[in-house]
């Protein structure tokens, strides 16, 4: 096979990909805007191309203090990527992770890594140091970009590997400070213009960390040609937004489905969006009422909150609203439409996949249904041999296109991601005579809740550290609020009591050592748990 050509020099992505026989079949003929260039930085098509129209002086991001035109984003990414390269090193290829909320900081951080030629690990600010080690660990970072008031435990993560060894050479430089060795200071030494990094269209630009089932963090590798893909399918041929457009949403820009929503999709139609460093329900609809965007990316669960506000929050200024991160009930839609008069654009992605694959919106979109395949995928629904199932008929869903699953360093992964080139997304769904897609179940252990994927044996590798705890285990249970809550059942060692107070304790536990989020909103104590005869734990017992 040709060696694929590369402006990596650190070539850790490429040798610690899967087996080219393992990837994906990907499709870039689906439609004529995928035929991108084989030398290409998505930086510069996304950013640099504003600038080179004309366009420079048009609002990229508001913010609640004030706002930045993509000029201002152009230069400030310019100046970061010059002290990547010429103040800290950074060879092309280094991987560096980024933390911190939503805001233009940690976007022009985003940019300047790309502009550089490194590649961009984003972190939500949830998470926890023994997380940020994982992730450190699994992708051999040894730079860390941090907004300064996120900066405690990314500095702790950095200085000892999950194993207790140093990690050499590791660095922690924060922004949004004026301290000496911050970022500010040392992008004002340098010019707002700067040359980017030559890289191939399939060189990878970020790794994007998602739970599994296994408990463990996987990194997904997406290349410079995956990124403008994504934002030239579902945005360009389903959403439909103009240059007029301001985006706003909840989700942080570590989740894929934001970087999309509120980065990636306005900027590539030059449109503006509103970065909230606060955005849960009731911040996020007074945003709205204040800021009057267009366009909402959030989850279910914020719609179904947000429904129950409107009373005192003006959101007539909305025209488009896009739910992805669970399925989309259809009380949440119809009470949504009810009182705003908008349809909710349902949409089902993947981190694996980058973004939205299946959706529908006007008068396209079905209630209840999460829609037909975005142009540029395709789509099928089969049985546990791969072999297509009639319509109507429950199945394992399927899909490839443009961008698709190559997991960092997991080949056992990436075999049941993968099989026979399509990537299997671990949903079951039926398919009408219509083409379009109906939810049914999670095929895996993954419970998504408030919009968030949490793996239940990461939970229970926390509360296990725990000294009361003898066995546990975790699995969703209904909510109507949240979509699916994590319950945990927890077998207790002699000399404890299953009692409200230890329940209590136990939850703080967990909150204190993984992001809080992952905690077991529900604990119930069971003097065992369900085993087959060999020992295998009975889920399925549990969720019933």
Known sequence: MKKQKTGHVDTFCADHAPP???????????????????????????????????????????????????????????????VLREDLGL??????????????????CWFGVLKAGGVVVCTMPLLRERELKWVADKAEISLAL?????????????????????????????????????????????RPAFTNHVTSADDTAIIAFTSGTTGEGKGTMHSHRDIMAITDCFPRYVLDPS????????????????LGGLMLFPMRFGASSLLLEQATPPHLVKAIAEHKPTVCFTAPTAYRAMSGMLAENDVSSLRKCVSAGETLPLSVFESWQKATGLKIIDGIGATEMLHIFISASGDDIRPGSTGRVVPGYQARVVDEDG??????????????????????????????????????TGDSYKRDKDGYFWYQARTDDMIISGGYNIAGPEVENVLLEHEAVLECAVVGEPDEQRGNIVKAFVVVRPGHSGTEKLAKELQDFVKARIAPYKYPRAVEFSEALPRTSTGKLQRYRLRQ
């Open 20 to 82: 080219p026989e393992l990837w994906p079949v990907r499709d870039w003929t689906g439609i004529p805007e995928l035929a991108y260039p084989d030398e290409m930085n998505c930086a510069a098509e996304l950013l640099d191309s504003v600038i080179e129209s004309g366009r420079g002086e048009r609002i990229v991001f508001r913010h609640p203090d004030g706002e930045w035109s993509y000029r201002q984003l152009y230069e400030k990414a310019n100046r970061i990527a010059a």
């Open 91 to 108: 060879v092309p290829g280094n991987r560096v992770l980024l933390r911190g909320p939503n805001n233009p900081m940690m976007a022009a």
């Open 146 to 190: 941090t907004d300064t008031r996120f900066a405690d435990e990314c500095e702790a993560a950095f200085r000892l590997r999950s194993d207790g060894s140093e990690r050499t050479g590791a660095r922690v430089i924060h922004f949004n400070s004026d301290a000496h060795f911050s970022l500010e200071p040392r992008m004002r030494t340098k």
């Open 243 to 258: 240059e007029d457009d301001l985006f706003c949403g909840s989700p942080p820009l570590a989740f894929t489905y934001a």
């Open 387 to 424: 072999r297509d199932v009639p319509d109507g008929r429950v199945g394992r869903l399927a899909v490839r296109g443009p961008t698709g699953c190559r997991y960092l360093d997991n080949i056992e992964q990436q075999k049941k991601y993968v099989v026979d080139g399509w990537n299997l």
